[in-house]
């Protein structure tokens, strides 16, 4: 009878219990909560290197998955125990996800040193402190979007020498110096859409950072933007910045829905052929500074902007000057009906017909500094009426021709501004 008895319980316990091997295919597993009332044998699946588990109460699994390198957890209580975790020292990637972890403390990965993506999101995260991520040496992904992070210390992804992708997007963030990102050399995605910013600096003695993706969208308190590193492409979607200023190179500027009203790129390394991915979102553009960027007549003409829509009805500053353009191109967007004051000098200009320009508002005319031989300057008067300040010295004009022009607009009461007096950089919009 006592043999038979034992007989039975064998064989019950062979029946409800169940290889983990057996109910994943391939070497990849997923479980939910439902399967947590399974009982799972001491077999070990080696074949498995992908896992994602729908629960967090129940970490034995995870014995059993001695080649684990990929981990997904999903819907984890606030009080899981974290610690189990640290026996996963060949883990490579480890995304919790729509859990509950509140604050990410000292150390936390420091088990986990081969980790090279982290994916924190939707955790309610709230803090975290210098030396969170210490030991992540391999980490080249870090997300931590739709989180409740309020403040960055200045330490706090050191060292993170190879991290290349950081996704901050929806938490509550309002300001970032910049020590923030000083030792992150190898960043080029960054995400901080969604936040409330308000300051935001970027380390300005790093020669290589660059960042290929900057995403500011939805950022409604930042008015003032000033980037001191290469940005390939910039996302300001329904943004607030109202300034942008920027000596380095910007490729690309996604701005719909944008409040941008002034934007200066002087000195900035751009490639002209792309000017129109940068301009054609900006609606509400009125003050825009081109100078010394190496732009082309074919830069700045319809053709360059063709292929998209580019309403710039409303600038009404423009400046060109210290390019290389050669002659002014008809049916150029940059040339609209609102525009009071423009800057062409130091370029390559032979000659000048206004006729491209829409506005008859042209308040303030630079032309010094370039190859003008000639210059129809009554039929030009005739259609600038408005015309307050003109300088057109260190053209090829001859003396005799220039003092002509300048008795005519003398009469016009336009000011002609000479060489002797001028000591000016940047132009400034007349009120």
């Known amino acids: 009878m006592i043999w038979c008895f034992l007989l039975i319980f064998t064989i019950a316990s062979i029946v409800g219990s169940t290889d983990l091997d057996e109910l994943c295919s391939g070497n990849t597993c997923r479980l939910s909560d439902l399967d947590t009332r399974l009982q799972f044998s001491a077999k070990t699946a080696p074949r498995i290197d992908t896992l994602?588990?729908?629960?967090?109460?129940?970490?034995?699994?995870?014995?059993?998955?001695?080649?684990l390198e990929y981990?997904?957890?999903?819907?984890?209580?606030?009080?899981?125990?974290?610690?189990?975790?640290?026996?996963?020292?060949?883990?490579?990637?480890?995304?919790?996800?729509?859990?509950?972890?509140?604050?990410?403390?000292?150390?936390?990965?420091?088990?986990?040193?081969?980790?090279e993506a982290l994916c924190l999101n939707g955790n309610a995260i709230e803090g975290m402190v210098n030396g969170t991520f210490a030991q992540l040496q391999e980490l080249v992904t870090l997300e931590l979007s739709d989180n409740s992070i309020k403040f960055l210390s200045k330490s706090v992804f050191y060292p993170l020498m190879k991290l290349e992708s950081l996704d901050l997007s929806n938490n509550k963030i309002t300001s970032i110096t910049a020590d923030t990102f000083s030792r992150n050399v190898q960043l080029n995605l960054l995400r901080l859409n969604g936040n409330p910013l308000t300051n935001l600096i970027f380390p300005s003695d790093l020669p290589k950072f660059r960042l290929d993706f900057l995403d500011l969208s939805d950022c409604t308190q930042l008015k003032n933007l000033q980037l001191s590193v290469e940005v390939n492409t910039l996302v300001l979607d329904n943004c607030g910045v109202e300034r942008l200023r920027s000596n380095k190179s910007i490729q690309r500027l996604r701005a719909a829905e944008s409040k941008l009203t002034h934007v200066d790129l002087h000195g900035a390394q751009l490639d002209g052929v792309f000017l129109s991915e940068i301009l054609c979102d900006l609606q509400t553009l009125e003050w825009l500074d081109l100078s010394n960027t190496s732009i082309?007549?074919?830069?700045?003409?319809?053709?360059?902007?063709?292929?998209?829509?580019?309403?710039?009805?409303?600038?009404?500053?423009?400046?060109?000057?210290?390019?290389?353009?050669?002659?002014?191109?008809?049916?150029?967007?940059?040339?609209?009906?609102?525009?009071?004051?423009?800057?062409?000098?130091?370029n390559k200009l032979e000659s000048i017909s206004m006729e491209p320009t829409k506005s008859h508002n042209l308040q303030s005319l630079r032309l010094e500094g370039n190859n003008l031989t000639s210059f129809y300057y009554r039929y030009f008067y005739d259609w600038h009426r408005n015309l307050k300040e003109l300088a057109f010295y260190d053209n090829k004009f001859g003396s005799s021709f220039n003092n002509e022009i300048v008795e005519y607009f003398s009469l016009k009461h336009v000011h002609v501004i000479q060489k002797d007096n001028q000591a000016r950089d940047t132009p400034k919009p007349l009120h």
Do not use: Y
Not at 57 to 66: G, I, N
Not at 76 to 99: P, V, W, Y
């Open 52 to 67: 994602s588990l729908g629960f967090c109460s129940d970490f034995r699994v995870l014995e059993l998955t001695p080649n």
């Open 71 to 115: 981990l997904n957890l999903i819907n984890c209580s606030r009080d899981f125990n974290f610690d189990a975790l640290n026996t996963m020292s060949q883990l490579k990637l480890l995304r919790i996800r729509d859990s509950r972890l509140s604050e990410l403390h000292h150390d936390q990965f420091a088990k986990m040193p081969a980790l």
């Open 296 to 346: 082309e007549t074919s830069h700045v003409s319809g053709s360059n902007f063709n292929h998209r829509r580019c309403p710039l009805l409303n600038i009404r500053f423009l400046n060109l000057s210290r390019n290389q353009i050669d002659s002014l191109p008809s049916e150029s967007p940059l040339f609209g009906p609102s525009l009071i004051i423009l800057d062409l000098s130091h």
